[in-house]
Structure formats: C-alpha cells, structure tokens
C-alpha cells in the first residue's frame, strides 16, 4: 500500500462584563462561597461556559464556497457564498452575476520579481480544462484508494467508521489515466464557462474522486491577486480572487528549482481548472454537513490562517504562530539554499517559479524585506490602510508551506531529508500542561506511524506538537498526549474525554482531494458526533468544532482579512457541534484557526501562548453594516459568538432540535455571564 504521510523518509483578557463565581450577598444575607472554595478542583472543569470537552476534527482542502457555495440558511438568517451573490443558481447554472467569480489570465514575466498582482490580464472565454491530476484511476486492495473490495476497506478503516460508511472506499475511481484532461465531463471538458462550475452538475458526482489543486504559499497570495487598486467598501483589502485557473496552470505545485518542461501547456501542471469546482449542498451533495449545517451553527468568515498547504496551517492550530528553521540547538538559522522560496519567474517564462517545490524551497527570511517574494507580500501589507506588521523575528527563516516535523513518532529527532528541525517555539500544548487541563491530539493511524508501518495513513504534517522539542523530548508527555483515533472513542465510551481534544483522519479519510473523498471526511466526523450524542452527560458538555486544516487552493469569493506575512488565506468550513450551538445559524465573526485556541484560552481563562502568537490579536468590530470586515483590523474573533449559553435544547439527544433559539442576539443572565 502506499503511504499517507504527506512527507515521510484577543488578546484572551475577557471581555469587559465577563463576571464568573463573583462574590455576592444572598437574600437571607448570607455570604455564598468565594471564587477560589466553589471552583471544581480539576483545572480542567474550572470553564467559564458550561463547555468542559472542546473536540476539534479537521479535515482536509476545501473553501467554504467548495463546500457551502450554495447552501440556503434558514429563514432569518444570511449568508456569503456563490449563490447569495447571484455567482450561481440553486442548480449549479451560472446565475446573473456570474462575472463575478470570473478568472483571468496574466502575464508574469519579469524575472526580477514576484508579481502578487500581475499585469496584462486577460478573461478566460472559456476555462482550461479540468485534469484528472493524481486522482486514482482504478480499485485495488493492495494500493488503494478505493479499496476493490469491501472486506478490504472493513478490514482497514472499519475501526473509524460506522458500518453503513464503509463502502465509499471502494468507489469513485476515475477510470482515466493521471495527468490528462478529465473527460469524465463529457461535452463540457473543454468548454467550462468562465466562473465557479459544478462539479456533480456537469460531469462527476459527489462519490468521485477528483484532481487537487496547488495549495502553496505564493501561488496562493498570486490566486488571490490582492492589490488596494481593487479595494472597495466591501472588500477593503482588496484581493479580487480571479487567478486562481492561471496559477494552476502557470505554475502549480511548484518548479522545484527544475526548468519549465518543453511543450509546456495549460494541462502540464497536470491541474486545469479544477480550482473552480465546487460541490452544490441544495442538490444533495454533502448530504450530512449539510444536515448539521442546518441543526447547528456554521460560519460563513473562517479562513486558513496561512496562504498554502497543510503543514504550515496545522501548525498554527498549536502554536497560533509560524515555526522557523533552526540549527542543532534551537536557534535561528539559514536552510540550504534550494529549500529558500524564489517565486521570481525562470527567464522566458510565464511565472515559473525558480525555485519553489515540496522538496526544495519552503522558507523565507520575511524580515528582510528585499528577499525575493517577500518584498511584494511586505509591500502590499504597507499599502493597506491599517498596515499590519508582518511579523518576522529578525534573520529568522520560516516555513511556509510542507516539510517533515523534527520528530519521529517514537520522539527520536527525524534526520530524512526536507525536514524541519527541532522547534522551540511553544504551542498549546504547553499552556494546558502548565496549567495541569487535559489534552490529546489523536491522529489516525498514530501505533502504526510509531512503529514506522509502510502501510500507515497517518499524517506527521498535521500534527502541530510533533515538531516541538519541549514535548517530543518527553516519552511520559508524548504516551499520554499522542495517541490514536482508536482511543478517542475508548475515552468517549469510558468517560475519560479530555478538555480539549484535537483529531485528525488519516489520508484515506480526511477528504484531501485526489487520496480522498469528502464525503469520506463527512463519515469519519459522523462516527465521533454520534459517539458524544449517545452520552448525553458528555453531550450535555461539549462542543465539536469541524473544520479544514486550508482551502486546498480552491477558488472562495470571501472576503480576507490580511493578518501579517503569512496570510490570512480564504475561507474554509466550520461547523459548531453543541446543544449551545443549535438552531441552523450562520455567524459571521471574523475567525481563523487561532480563533479555536482563543476559544480554549477564554473557556479555561488562559494567557496567550506567547507574546507574538496571533492569539494576542483583538475580538474584532464588526459593523451591521458590512459584517464581514473587521473594522480594528487585524483582529480574530474567539468563536464564543457562535453559542448560545444562556440555554439550550432539552430534545432527546439526537441532535434535532426545534427553531426556539432563534434569537439574532447574544443573551445574557442564566450562567452569570456577558459575552461582551
């Protein structure tokens, strides 16, 4: 078989009002208990809310509008996606403004600098192609996905995954060969109109598995084509999202530091267009998240934190912050040359990178501001109004997109090749051991990556205390904190769940594109939320948070919120599983990963984890009349707006609840408390 490892070998001060075991006088005068006598002595049950479990399951590449573009809220509520706009029709047909989510081509030719805004733009008449990409071309038991047989994939995934899931392993083959345009949309292969399309609707359906986009970090600032000459009102930062198709096919993943191949073309990324395909909920695909999108809570303003891949947004749901490369003890240090971005175009070319890949170039020195790529980035950063600063600790070379962590599983530092070495920098992790609150990160697949299994599926990347040195250097620390997906429905079943758990599928069910489906994510989150409902004392006390670890370069009409050099990037999906989270809303605070450690850190009354981590940042402002631009930017909500404390349903458990919380506003009394 394969292996799924994707490289192997606030400020949380609270709120003005927030009152908690305050001292008061009862009526018969007597004195009630102080703060320090009535809180629990397990830190980890000392909450100002009545959540005592947060499980955090992340999922692979997709932005909201891949996911949610045409997703219909419950009367009384709004949303921001393709079909709000008029991008798009309820049936996937393009709607009126569907110029709106128009791509162009550019022309990036001076191979003194990166070019984030390009000039010479041109519309697509018609858009290049999808690709089959490294989509699976046919079942089999020994190198899946799909799995040819059912036994096989019972046999493997079958502890992850309820019985009636199991069987979206072995379909969705595409039946073509790789890297060739994907006919599997018939008479539409090469005549897509210019704007979002949909997937299901013009050629493969929703069990399908399809192409991946590039998801780097410079092609993901260039797809975004961010420049204050586009500003507005409504989207003041200014990023027009209309480059997407042209990145995919100019560059894609990246030269490597290789020469552009002769003959290029707009196929040979092996990539097309696939940027542009979205799934359509209002016909039936992602039939579950779209269940609880409509029970519970979503947000329609959460992003990936960083432009690019998986490695370096899985990083920032520990640390809220980038990790740098270091030398043997910890310090500050320079790469090798070929592992340093240069996004510079090759001489003779059209935006090929010289040197840019998942082998060779990850790091940029986002201090100096004259390094190649850098200086663009830092030089749109201070053409915004609110200048945010980018930063970069002096002469400190971070990673930007996927390397190996520092540390193998069984915590021996990892000396294969495109690694990053040893961290200093401190997570979360840290804080909740500090201040003696419970934690696991539960990754699938973790026994059989400890044991360096060649069949493993588990994903080092995505696991952010896996780079860490003050935690993997510990064997007691990392045996009770990094454990399997197994042993979370273990400690669901026996009453053990930790404060705060972070999970994470494996590469055959994390919904990444091309090695999986999303409808296979949607099973893996299915089996978790039903273990916790059919607990109802667990229920009664936790919240599930589901999201993606980035967009997967995905083409998303949001609006982002520039933070510092790193991004933000576009939106991405949450779901907020709670019977404080019921009645089918839409919030629209502006959020990104940090935002799930700024819930952490004002559930459990938390310092931020260091100075300079984005958790310092403040709750934004946000005006009724443009709800989605903070306007004390850069600021990054706690995600506290998306509950209702003051109460809850009282149903049977099942998750189905009826429209009385309904109310637009944040309630307060009951608990003792004031979310502003």
């Not at 990409?133 to 019972?154: I, K, M, R, V």
Request: hydrophobic share 35%.
């Amino acid at each position: 078989m394969k292996r799924y490892n994707k490289l192997r070998g606030g400020n949380t001060t609270l709120r003005a009002g927030l009152t908690i075991g305050v001292l008061t006088l009862a009526a018969s005068g007597a004195l009630l208990p102080t703060l320090a006598e009535s809180q629990p002595r397990d830190p980890s049950l000392a909450t100002v809310t009545p959540i005592k479990h947060v499980i955090v399951i992340v999922g692979e590449n997709r932005t909201f509008d891949q996911v949610f573009g045409a997703f219909k809220p419950r009367a009384g509520q709004s949303v921001s996606n393709l079909l709000s706009k008029g991008i798009i029709t309820a049936d996937g047909a393009p709607g009126p403004n569907f110029a709106l989510g128009a791509q162009n081509t550019a022309q990036a030719v001076d191979p003194t600098r990166f070019e984030m805004s390009p000039g010479g733009k041109q519309p697509y008449a018609v858009l290049p192609a999808p690709n089959t990409g490294s989509a699976p071309t046919a079942a089999s038991d020994t190198n899946p996905p799909p799995f040819a047989t059912l036994a096989a994939a019972q046999a493997f995934e079958g502890a992850v995954l309820e019985p009636r899931d199991v069987a979206q392993l072995t379909t969705g083959a595409t039946g073509l060969p790789h890297h060739v345009p994907d006919t599997r949309f018939g008479a539409n292969t090469f005549a897509l109109p210019n704007g979002p399309y949909s997937i299901s609707r013009l050629g493969p359906n929703y069990d399908q598995y399809m192409a991946s986009p590039v998801h780097r970090f410079y092609q993901n600032w260039q797809q975004a084509d961010c420049s204050v000459a586009h500003a507005s009102a409504t989207n003041p930062s200014g990023c027009a999202m209309d480059l997407f198709a042209w990145v995919e096919t100019s560059v894609g993943a990246g030269s490597n530091g290789k020469a552009q191949p002769a003959g290029f073309t707009d196929q040979t990324t092996g990539e097309g267009s696939t940027a542009l395909g979205y799934y359509n909920v209002h016909t039936g695909d992602m039939p579950y998240f779209t269940e609880l999108a409509r029970r519970y809570t979503i947000s329609d303003n959460y992003h990936q934190p960083v432009m690019g891949g998986t490695g370096a947004n899985s990083i920032m749901i520990g640390a809220a912050d980038a990790l740098y490369y270091t030398d043997s003890h910890g310090n500050a240090a320079t790469p090798p040359a070929n592992q340093i971005e240069d996004p510079r175009p090759a001489p003779g070319t059209n935006n090929w990178y010289a040197q840019d890949g998942y082998s060779g170039g990850s790091y940029s020195n986002c201090s100096d501001a004259h390094a190649p790529g850098v200086d663009t980035v830092r030089g749109y950063l201070n053409s915004l109004p609110y200048h945010p600063k980018a930063n970069c600790a002096p002469g400190a070379y971070y990673l930007l997109n996927n390397y190996n962590p520092g540390y193998n599983g069984d915590g021996t530092v990892n000396t294969s090749a495109f690694t990053i070495p040893p961290s200093p920098v401190r997570t979360i992790g840290d804080t909740l051991l500090a201040k003696g609150i419970s934690w696991k990160y539960y990754g699938e697949g973790w026994n059989s990556f400890v044991a360096n299994s060649p069949t493993s599926t588990y994903c080092n990347i995505c696991n952010p205390f896996l780079y860490e040195t003050a935690i993997m250097t510990k064997p007691e620390v990392v045996k009770a904190h990094l454990q399997d997906a197994t042993n979370l429905y273990a400690d669901i079943a026996s009453g053990t769940l930790p404060a705060v758990s972070f999970v994470k599928p494996g590469g055959l069910l994390d919904g990444h594109p091309a090695s999986s489906k999303y409808g296979l994510f949607e099973a893996f989150s299915r089996k978790i939320v039903d273990a916790v409902r059919d607990n109802p004392k667990l229920w009664a006390s936790t919240a599930i948070f589901i999201t993606n670890d980035e967009g997967g370069g995905y083409y998303d009409s949001g609006y982002i919120q520039p933070v510092d050099f790193f991004g933000d990037g576009p939106r991405i999906p949450l779901i907020v599983v709670s019977p404080y989270s019921r009645g089918g809303r839409v919030v629209h605070e502006y959020a990104d990963h940090v935002s799930l450690v700024k819930f952490i850190e004002r559930n459990w009354q938390l310092a931020p984890i260091t100075g300079r981590s984005r958790d310092n940042l403040p709750n934004p402002v946000q005006l009724r009349s443009n709800p989605y631009v903070p306007v004390n930017a850069p600021a990054i909500g706690d995600l506290f707006d998306a509950f209702h404390f003051d109460h809850r349903h009282h149903g049977d458990g099942d998750g189905v609840g009826d429209d009385s919380d309904h109310d637009e506003g944040h309630m307060q009394g009951g608990l003792g408390w004031s979310p502003f």
